[in-house]
């Protein structure tokens, strides 16, 4: 039976290189020896390690990097949206009923405001031809109105439906009463060809 597992043991040695065979000799006699074994799994931990550490640290620099465009890209996103928000108000108010001009305009808008009253002169400035469409100018003076409504009034201005627009202001107080303003606008009204 030994002269069996003899026999066998010397088939597989024979179909083993003798050189493999050689250099795992010279690998277990290595290991053998309690210092050696230990440079040698030392070494090879580093040998595995090393690379480890600098993969991680490049992951790290590449997930810095794309949390920064994440961050730019938000913000660009959020600035985008406010911008379509604006166009998208622009056109609606273009596209919206076309006022025959100023005078009415004011009309619609005091009136809205609770103003109707206070609202004692629409003078004509001057109108131009633009490549969009017609420019039409006119000073609006409203008398004895509190800060409240002159608020209100320039509010409903700039959301009115038309595409109105404030060019100057002047607000001086009244002698009557300290409380109360009179308010000359001079405004322009874009109106569409």
């Not at 277990?28 to 230990?38: E, F, G, K, V």
């Not at 076309?98 to 305009?105: D, E, L, R, T, Y």
């Not at 002169?121 to 409203?142: D, H, M, P, Y």
Request: hydrophobic share 40%; net charge positive.
């Amino acid at each position: 039976m030994k002269s069996e597992s003899r026999q066998n043991t010397g088939d597989m040695r024979s179909g083993i290189s003798p050189m493999l065979l050689r250099a795992a000799g010279q690998y277990a006699s290595l290991l053998r020896q309690p210092s050696l074994a230990l440079v040698v799994i030392t070494l090879g931990l580093f040998i595995l390690v090393i690379p480890l550490f600098i993969l991680q640290r490049s992951a790290a620099k590449d997930a810095d990097a794309t949390r920064a465009r994440l961050k730019e890209l938000s913000t660009l996103s959020a600035e985008y949206r406010l911008q379509k928000g604006r166009i998208t108000a622009l056109e609606q108010k273009r596209s919206q009923r076309k006022a025959s001009g100023i005078p009415q305009a004011i009309d619609e808008i005091s009136s809205s405001v609770s103003m109707r009253g206070k609202v004692k002169g629409v003078k004509a400035v001057g109108s131009r031809e633009l490549t969009l469409g017609t420019e039409e100018s006119a000073e609006v003076q409203i008398e004895k109105a509190t800060m409240n409504e002159m608020v209100n009034f320039l509010y409903a201005l700039d959301e009115a439906p038309v595409m109105i627009t404030v060019r100057r202001t002047v607000v001086k107080r009244t002698f009557e009463d300290p409380g109360l303003f009179n308010l000359t606008l001079t405004l322009s009204l874009l109106q569409m060809k």
